[in-house]
């Protein structure tokens, strides 16, 4: 059947590594040499941090959720606007 056409390993070998690009994206593997998260910092530090957690989340995007009320954030002494990267990750993840 399908495994006699002359194009099923070439499909299978396809199909496997978009299997593994869908694995890495869903699951970055991690590396040795990779920093470990920060738990809180500015709208661009945290949306940063998504992207590099496999989410493609824009600063602005975390700056809205601030303003509609669905982020908590803290205002700093020096301005800085500080959210935590666990609570947008879980919006990210909706």
Known sequence: MIQEMP?????????????????????????????DPIEEGT??????WLRHLGFTTHRRTIQRWIDEGKLEARKMEDG??????EEARDLAKR
């Open 43 to 48: 709208a661009r530090e945290v949306a940063a």
């Open 7 to 35: 194009w099923a390993e070439m499909m299978a070998d396809e199909i496997a590594g978009q299997a593994m690009v869908v694995r890495d994206v869903v699951s970055p593997p991690v590396r040795a040499s990779d920093p």
């Open 80 to 85: 800085r606007v500080i959210v935590r990267l």
